[in-house]
């Protein structure tokens, strides 16, 4: 079975662009979570959706914004982009039976924002 | 919401020895604590997990244990090998709700 699959690896954007990351998750997933990691603040959680619905949101601001399609692929969407946006951009998907547990995470995209 | 606190950052270890890494939890009503391991390069990988009607699990080497009423768990390594570097998280969570993560242990073991 194929793992969680993220692209672009890598992407170096300029303020006040936008930047949009795709995430594909594990066969038969539904549950899909993207967190934001910088080596100060560790795992911080932007979003989930399942089944086409944001079922939960961290507290980021409203320039960071996803969607999910109905095959389950999701993308995350970073508006205006500032210089404190630079991070790790995971995604992890969950096959989410009774709970949103054993996340399977992809390698991330690194944003660099110059 | 929930908050975990994770404490080495940092953890340096001989090889052969036990590493130990605690996590706290705010939400009593959490019931799931997983830990994560996370190689350079890589998304953090589910290594073991605890469920709050167990208070301990093991998986050959490591082993996690669980006070619900002080609202702390550990992950400990034993007989720990080079290939055992790599940053620790905990995390907490409970039903469909989001999952917390600690701020992550970074652990050398050194031959």
């Known amino acids: 079975k194929a793992g969680v699959t993220q692209t672009p690896r890598y992407l170096i954007k300029t303020r006040g662009q936008q930047v949009t990351l795709s995430c594909s998750p594990i066969s038969g997933h539904r549950s899909v979570s993207w967190y934001q990691q910088t080596p100060g603040q560790g795992l911080q959680f932007l979003f989930e959706y399942f089944s086409e619905t944001q079922r939960n949101k961290g507290n980021f601001p409203g320039r960071f914004s996803g969607r999910q399609f109905s095959n389950s692929r999701s993308e995350m969407n970073v508006s205006t982009l500032e210089l404190g946006d630079s991070a790790l951009y995971l995604c992890?998907?969950?096959?989410?039976?009774?709970?949103?547990?054993?996340?399977?995470f992809g390698s991330g995209t690194q944003l660099s924002v110059l | 919401g929930e908050n975990v606190e994770q404490h080495p950052s940092t953890l340096s270890v001989q090889e052969g020895d036990s590493a130990v890494i605690k996590c706290t939890y705010s939400d009593s009503a959490s019931n799931y604590f997983p830990w994560y391991k996370q190689e350079l390069g890589k998304g953090p990988q589910l290594i073991i997990d605890?469920?709050?009607?167990?208070g301990e699990k093991k998986d050959q080497r490591i082993a996690v244990t669980l006070n619900k009423t002080a609202k702390h768990f550990s992950l400990h390594i034993t007989e720990t090998q080079p290939e055992d570097s790599a940053v620790y998280f905990c995390?907490?969570?409970?039903?469909?709700?989001?999952?917390?993560f600690g701020i992550g242990t970074k652990l050398q073991v050194i031959p």
């Open positions: 992890a998907s969950s096959p989410s039976q009774g709970g949103n547990e054993k996340l399977f």
């Open positions: 605890i469920r709050s009607n167990v």
């Open positions: 995390a907490a969570s409970k039903g469909y709700q989001k999952v917390t």
